[in-house]
Nanobody
Framework: QVQLVESGGGLVQPGGSLKLSCAASGFTFNFYSMSWVRQAPGKGLEWVSTISNGGVTTTYADSVKGRFTISRDNAKRMLYLQMNNLKPEDTAVYYC???????RGQGTQVTVSS
């Protein structure tokens, strides 16, 4: 059974940083490209970033490029999202998911506010 558990969210001031983590189980983690998506209050799901199964290739939404860094540790079955220079518009629930599947974890709330 696929399980994805996100953590690391919280309340941070504009300009601050957070590192999100996603623990994966129930599937062969290093076979799959993984992604982070987010959902702001009252809005639809927004793609944030994707990393290839081996971690070599990464892509980012224009809104986060240069501020966020996606990474993974296949030995630990972990996915990460380092978020720097956070802005109020980054406020959302963040989810990890297999890139090609819709199911995701319970999410972790990120709130950027002074």
């Amino acid at each position: 059974q696929v399980q994805l558990v996100e953590s690391g969210g919280g309340l941070v001031q504009p300009g601050g940083s957070l590192k999100l983590s996603c623990a994966a189980s129930g599937f062969t983690f290093n076979f799959y490209s993984m992604s982070w998506v987010r959902q702001a209050p009252g809005k639809g799901l927004e793609w944030v970033s994707t990393i290839s199964n081996g971690g070599v290739t990464t892509t980012y939404a224009d809104s986060v490029k240069g501020r966020f860094t996606i990474s993974r540790d296949n030995a630990k079955r972990m996915l990460y999202l380092q978020m720097n220079n956070l802005k109020p518009e980054d406020t959302a629930v963040y989810y990890c998911k297999k890139t090609t599947e819709s199911s995701r974890g319970q999410g972790t709330q990120v709130t950027v506010s002074s």
